[in-house]
């Protein structure tokens, strides 16, 4: 569980800082190492789920590694993710003058992200159904507007904060900019996220209060309703405040900004605990 969440939140910076547009060469650094981070975990959490399906301690079921590759479809999803992961790499890393050839390496950087995000929902419930079953899409679709709205509140909080230092005409394309790719994103992420809940609840609410899977939920579920009545505020009062020029407001802005993302990491670290968990409707 700690591994995938590590590995989530890293996969949000990278498609965060790619959806936000700005920040030059420390948002290219930025996509670089959230993708090796990412890979990383990956490698690290394939023994440890050989370990699991085969029911040997972990330094025994190393063996079982070629195994569980070749004759599980974790493993296919696994391989499928992990060659994805790496052509976004290659794709976000290798210096291209062309125009062509970038435009050309951003469609490969996206179509691998949303690959990778389709391996990673074939390894969860959500693919009970089968591969490409309405509920594997759907959570397909919500693993990537998730990370996306994460990925950009963090990425803008953090490792791209200094561009929001100085009002400025840059600034307000910025904050508009991150503004709307967060709303856009948390809309999709609500719709998908509803679903979701009503397949893992098994249409009823009182699994709820009565599941740990239902526990894990709400706590979810107050955590994303904190984040986004603080990312309504800032996109409602103080983002107005700011093309006012206010000299206050970005200030505010970026501190509000700043406790969305805590917020949105505790977001992306309990979806990590309820994708390990087996939902209310099924356990």
Known sequence: MALGAIADIAFAIALGAALLGFGGLTRQRV???????WLTVQGLYLPLQASTMSGMPLDQALPAIPLVITQSHFGLMWVLGVAAGLAALVATTVKLRAVAARKAAASVFAVALIIAAFAHAGTTHA???????????????????????????VTAAWPLR????????????????LSRVATLTFAIAIGTGFANAYRGLGGALLPLTTSLWGILLIAKVIAVSAAAMIGAINRFVYLQRVRLGDPFALQVFVRLLTTEAALMILVLAVAAVLGHSIPAATG
């Open 31 to 37: 996509v670089s190492l959230a993708l090796i981070t």
């Open 127 to 153: 693919a009970d159904a089968g591969d490409f079953s309405t509920a594997e899409l759907v959570h397909m679709a919500h693993l990537l507007a998730t990370a996306g709205w994460a990925g950009v509140v």
């Open 162 to 177: 200094r561009w929001f230092a100085i009002t400025s005409g840059d600034t307000l394309a910025y904050t508009t900019h």
